[in-house]
């Protein structure tokens, strides 16, 4: 469970709570601190990546109220009694995600760095009921960057998902 980190000795600071993968937690942020510096640094969540920290990769990528974002633009204190789900939040150790088991029944991933932003923006873009052809969802996950060039394979899983060959 993450514990609440407290930023000692700075009277900037903010309290604010999010329900993280389900948990309601607590921190205490200055306000300059990015949402991803907050799962990442205060909660222990690493699973979402720093990849450029300017919005232009989407390694990033987390679900928010439903909506998936880029948190490394977005301010901790501006999603104060938000719902955010990252990576952590998808599937289980026992039972997987139907998207997360496609990446892996189709090869989506090689370095696996962007995987945890595609699979959340992947599954935000299918729970919005997005993704009728493999051009919307190229044009829809054009957001987060494959540097490793599975880009083909990530289409494919998600296309499998959409067309319902997983449970």
């Excluded at 222990?44 to 720093?50: A, E, M, S």
């Amino acid at each position: 469970m993450p514990k609440p980190v407290t930023i000692r000795d700075n009277p900037s600071s903010h309290h604010i709570t999010l329900q993280v993968n389900g948990l309601e937690t607590t921190l205490r942020v200055p306000p300059w601190v990015s949402l991803l510096d907050a799962l990442r640094d205060h909660l222990d969540l690493t699973g979402t990546k720093k990849g450029c920290d300017h919005g232009q990769c989407g390694a990033c990528t987390v679900i928010c109220d439903g909506d998936r974002i880029l948190s490394c633009l977005t301010l901790a204190v501006m999603k104060d009694g938000a719902r955010v789900t990252t990576i952590e939040g998808i599937g289980t150790e026992d039972r997987l995600h139907p998207l997360q088991q496609a990446f892996i029944d189709y090869d989506a991933f090689q370095c696996g760095y962007c995987t945890p932003g595609q699979i959340c923006s992947g599954v935000a873009m299918l729970d919005a009921g997005h993704g009728e052809s493999r051009e919307e969802v190229k044009d829809l996950m054009s957001g987060n960057l494959c540097r490793c060039g599975a880009n083909t394979n990530i289409i494919d899983a998600i296309m499998a998902v959409k067309e319902g060959k997983y449970e």
